[in-house]
């Protein structure tokens, strides 16, 4: 059989081939403390789930309106703007079977073939895979280390920028990396957008997984909500991220289209689950801030084993959850040949399974250090500290063979 050529061009989430090989791992009888996927092992809270199956037995099973049920869109539109200062309606949001289709509309519906887009690498790889896979140019742009984390690498993102430049992809409160920007840098790119007729993803998936601070949108800053799609998620705060349900908000004329596409490409996103997500808003909150409480206590159980480790350093961000430490010194005494041959050397020798710099993006030029990352979302405290323990050993035990 001949597949499309175009298929050449998609990419995937390299995450779960690591899922796959520590399965594999895992089969053979061996622990297993994973680390590599930004899942959820907490369960969905209860009101939420209660309201889904009331809708499903009352019926509401059926197709709903391509762009979602109205009250849903006047939810999230009322939600969405009171968190971010925006003035919504239910005109400016289009519902989505998750966070990540709104990605591949954005581009179908603002780039023609050839046109550039800017993207953040290290970064979600989907990013880059839609871009390609829809005849753009991708554009990556990366991020330099500083004392308290990263930011974005602004003249390596100026020099870039060419006539056909058309789109800016922005994920504050990044994957993998953890990091934010200050209001200066969201500022920054928000004049960048405007000086170069740019249209604006911002990603939004982590904007309420905070620990410290408030978030901030792009989309309220001056002049950008007319050029910016917000990329809103349920799976992160409600731990729903099997439930496939987000939304796409941005300006009404846009999402007319988005609708359209979503007639094409899904009908529409499921009925009864809609429901679930409408209680997710207007509901209680402790089940979301339960799972903030807990996501909090491991990121900082994590960070203590991280600290005690000779060779690592790292920041520990306010918000995602994730860590992007730093291994560059573990790297090299283990002489590793490649960044998967020490995620593999890792995992077979302690069980602790993570993902590399490369599985969010082909390392640019300019890097010169060694980074893994530590999801805290999928494992519990116990496992946790059993993981690190072991992790902690092997890496003294490589420190004693330097030393002899």
């Known amino acids: ?137 991708a554009m990556p742009y990366g991020f330099i280390p500083t004392d308290d984390g990263f930011q974005i690498d602004r003249e390596g993102i100026e020099d870039s920028i060419d006539d056909n430049t058309r789109l800016l992809i922005y994920n504050n409160y990044q994957n993998p990396m953890g990091c934010e920007s200050s209001l200066e840098e969201m500022e920054w790119m928000a004049t960048l957008a405007q000086k170069h007729d740019l249209h604006v993803l911002s990603d939004e998936a982590y904007y309420n997984i905070r620990y410290a601070g408030t978030s901030k949108s792009i989309a309220s800053l001056p002049g950008m909500l007319e050029r910016t799609v917000i990329l809103y998620t349920f799976s992160k705060t409600y731990a729903m991220t099997g439930w496939r349900l987000g939304a796409a908000v941005g300006p009404s004329k846009l999402m007319k289209v988005f609708s359209k596409l979503a007639v094409n490409d899904e009908s529409c996103t499921n009925n009864f689950i809609q429901y679930g997500g409408m209680e997710a808003l207007i509901g209680r909150q402790d089940g979301a801030k339960n799972i903030l409480a807990e996501l909090k206590r491991r990121r900082d159980c994590l960070a203590r084993h991280l600290e005690g480790i000779p060779g690592i350093t790292f920041n520990v961000p306010d918000s995602t959850f994730y860590l992007f430490p730093d291994m560059t010194e573990v ?74």
């Open 1 to 137: 059989m001949s597949f499309a050529k175009r298929l050449d061009k998609l990419g995937t989430e390299t995450a779960f081939a690591v899922s796959l090989d520590a399965a594999e791992f895992a089969a053979n009888g061996n622990a297993v403390y994973p680390f590599h996927l930004g899942d959820i092992d907490l369960p969905t809270p209860q009101n939420i789930m209660d309201a889904a199956l009331k809708a499903m037995r009352d019926g509401k099973t059926g197709y709903n309106p391509a762009a979602g049920l109205p009250e849903m869109r006047s939810i999230i539109a009322d939600v969405v703007g009171r968190e971010r200062g925006l003035d919504l309606v239910a005109d400016n949001v289009v519902i989505q079977p998750g966070g990540k289709p709104v990605i591949p509309k954005f581009i179908q519906a603002l780039m023609n073939p050839g046109d550039g887009v800017l993207y953040p690498n290290p970064g979600y790889p989907i990013y880059e895979s839609q871009i390609q896979f829809h005849g753009g140019k």
């Open 331 to 404: 790297y090299d005494k283990l002489e590793c040949t490649s960044y998967e041959d020490f995620r593999s050397r890792i995992l077979r020798e302690t069980g602790v399974s993570f993902c590399t710099r490369e599985h969010f993006g082909t390392p640019l030029e300019s890097e010169d250090r060694k980074y893994i990352r530590f999801a805290y979302s999928g494992i519990p405290l116990d496992r946790i500290n059993e993981g690190m323990s072991k992790f902690k050993k092997y890496l003294s035990t490589v420190d004693s063979a330097v030393l002899i």
